[in-house]
């Protein structure tokens, strides 16, 4: 089975550095996804780490620790348009097929 | 690309009726999957198809709800009779392969069951 745990809600200033964390136990693990979704909108994606380590993507970075079941998203410079739901989710097998976490809604306050 | 095409955007019900969700995917995409999202439970895998043939619908919530793809560029979600706690946003999204870069969704059907 899959089980993914991620903080509810997260507030966080403009300009600072948000880091966003995700714990799951996934049997045939091979991957975990973020994604962002807006309110009222589509999910979209972020990033997709498989091996151990930090993957940077502009002001966004995502870490996998595979031994522990652990990653998180990294959001450098946050602008007001970055208060989102982030979700992470994990994929087993060879499907690359997510299953999502509930989600993590990030506020951004000037 | 339009990207993934969804209808309608939404769907008021009552109860005891028939709901249709509509569901376009990018062209050329082999994969479709169907998600439901709520409040309580997230985003849910309900059903994907590869090449239009059903592969896994272990997500799918009880047989009022049914699914097909009669062809490449389009598939419809049905929910026959419909009950308030399907009030949800269901997306529909594609992908191309079994690629590791994540899927297209589709802007979702909210539908609202009264």
């Known amino acids: 089975g899959q089980n993914i745990d991620q903080p509810t809600e997260m507030t966080a200033t403009e300009g600072a550095i948000v880091q966003i964390n995700c714990t799951y136990q996934?049997?045939?693990?091979?991957?975990l996804f973020w994604y962002q979704q807006h309110a009222g909108e589509a999910p979209t994606f972020l990033s997709y780490?498989?091996?151990?380590g930090l993957e940077e993507k502009g002001r966004f970075s995502s870490f996998l620790s595979r031994s522990k079941g652990y990653s998180y998203l990294l959001l450098k410079e946050l602008q007001m348009k970055d208060s989102a739901s982030y979700l992470c989710?994990?994929?087993?097998?060879?499907?690359?097929?997510?299953?999502f976490g509930r989600g993590t809604s990030l506020i951004v306050h000037p | 690309d339009a990207g993934v095409i969804q209808s309608p955007r939404h769907e008021v019900t009552e109860m005891g009726q028939e709901v249709t969700l509509r569901c376009k995917p990018i062209?050329?995409?082999?994969?479709l999957f169907w998600y439901r999202q709520t409040m309580m439970r997230g985003l849910e895998l309900l059903i994907y198809f590869n090449n239009n043939v059903p592969i896994d619908d272990s997500g799918m919530p009880e047989d009022r709800f049914s699914a097909k793809m009669p062809n490449a560029s389009f598939s419809t979600l049905k929910i026959q009779p419909s009950e308030p706690r399907d009030s949800a946003v269901y997306f529909c999204a594609s992908r191309f392969g079994t690629a590791n870069y994540g899927y297209t969704f589709g802007s979702g059907t909210r539908l609202t069951v009264v």
């Open positions: 062209s050329g995409h082999d994969y």
């Open positions: 989710a994990t994929s087993r097998g060879g499907s690359y097929i997510p299953t």
């Open positions: 996934t049997s045939g693990f091979n991957g």
């Open positions: 780490n498989v091996l151990d």
